[in-house]
Every structure is written in structure tokens, then in C-alpha cells.
T-cell receptor, first 111, second 111 residues
């Protein structure tokens, strides 16, 4: 069983569309994250939730809205997609300061 | 805000040569973690260092945490083609739960 699973793996969409990426973890972790990885491999933290509560919200356009229906799920909704949103988005989870487990990533391409 | 800098960004070595990547934080860290991301893959946890001056080894990999807990290094002895990938350090904050990644060092190994 995959510990942290993201869907979809690939997403190609036109500018201006709205899309969602889903993430689920079956590790019983309290904290979940969304990271954006650009073409230069830089992993930029976007959001962090702890037990369904938002604890970290970095400087991210408000077109990005995370939602955590329960502590095992953290979804990311993006409105009015722009070319600059093209990247690989990673979901991750962990407990406290322990190791983080990453999902396989969602490669988003905006055309 | 907290920043984690990592150098070099890229390193090309001949198989059998050694490799080192360095990580520096703008603030004192509660711990430092290292991850490896293979091409097309997701970051995978390698190790965590917690104590000032700590040194840990995993086969050909040696990890160090600085005395001031603001810098760290990863050294690979006698690189192999299987070592190819991007190595990230990540600084943890016990106060905020943030896990901030360095820019990563992409290692290429020529056989």
C-alpha cells in the first residue's frame, strides 16, 4: 500500500481553468504539507496542516486554496491557472520533527 | 524568515571520485534532515541529525551537523552511478513545524 498517494500524477490544462490535486496518507501522521518544485528542482513549501488546521501559509497567491477534510487528506485547489503555475506539486506528511514521506508528485502543465 | 542555502547547485564527477554538498541555515536548527530525489522521482528520507557536532555514516555516505547547529554536510566516498540524483538538506523548526528545504545539489556521475 502506498503511504502517501497523490492524484492525478499528470495534469495538463489550459490557462484560466480551475483544477484540484488530491492527497491521502495512511500513516496516521498529524501533519501534511504541500510543496511546489520548479524546473530548477527547488522545493518551496506552500502550506502545512496539523490535525486539519492550517499552520503554515507561505506567500502563495490566494488562487491556491488547501482543504483538509480530515487529518489523512489534504487537497489543493487552484483557481484561474496561469502559465507560471506549471511545476511538480508534492504532498508530504510526518509526525512532529520526524522524517517526511512524500507522494509521487503531480506534474502540472498549464498551456 | 528562515532560509536554508545549499551549494553547489550541480556537481559532475567521474565514477569513483568523492562528492560533498554543503548546507547553511540563517537560523539555529532543531534538527537537519537529508533527502535524495532520483530523476523523475520524489524526495526520499536518508537521515536526521539532531545533536550539535553529530556525525552519522551510512555505508559510503557521511553526514555532519555543525557545532552551532546552523550548517551540515553530506559526503559521498567513491561515487557510483547509483548515487545520481538531487540531494536536499531540510531544516526543521520545533516551534513552527516547518520543514524548509535547501535548493538541492544535483549529482551526475560519469561511468
Amino acid at each position: 500500500d502506498t503511504a502517501v498517494s497523490q492524484t492525478p500524477k499528470y495534469l495538463v490544462t489550459q490557462m484560466g481553468n480551475d483544477k484540484s490535486i488530491k492527497c491521502e496518507q495512511n500513516l496516521g501522521h498529524d501533519t501534511m504539507y504541500w510543496y511546489k518544485q520548479d524546473s530548477k528542482k527547488f522545493l518551496k513549501i506552500m502550506f502545512s496542516y496539523n490535525n486539519k488546521e492550517l499552520i503554515i501559509n507561505e506567500t502563495v497567491p490566494n488562487r491556491f486554496s488547501p482543504k483538509s477534510p480530515d487529518k489523512a487528506h489534504l487537497n489543493l485547489h487552484i483557481n484561474s491557472l496561469e502559465l507560471g503555475d506549471s511545476a511538480v506539486y508534492f504532498c508530504a506528511s510526518r509526525n512532529g520533527n520526524t522524517e517526511a514521506f512524500f507522494g509521487q508528485g503531480t506534474r502540472l502543465t498549464v498551456v | 524568515g528562515q532560509q536554508v542555502m545549499q551549494i553547489p547547485q550541480y556537481q559532475h564527477v567521474q565514477e569513483g571520485e568523492d562528492f560533498t554538498t554543503y548546507c547553511n541555515s540563517s537560523t539555529t536548527l532543531s534538527n537537519i534532515q537529508w533527502y535524495k530525489q532520483r530523476p523523475g522521482g520524489h524526495p526520499v528520507f536518508l537521515i536526521q541529525l539532531v545533536k550539535s557536532g553529530e556525525v552519522k555514516k551510512q555505508k559510503r555516505l557521511t553526514f555532519q551537523f555543525g557545532e552551532a547547529k546552523k550548517n551540515s554536510s553530506l559526503h559521498i566516498t567513491a561515487t557510483q552511478t547509483t548515487d545520481v540524483g538531487t540531494y536536499f538538506c531540510a531544516g526543521g523548526s520545533s516551534n513552527t513545524g516547518k520543514l524548509i528545504f535547501g535548493q538541492g545539489t544535483t549529482l551526475q556521475v560519469k561511468p
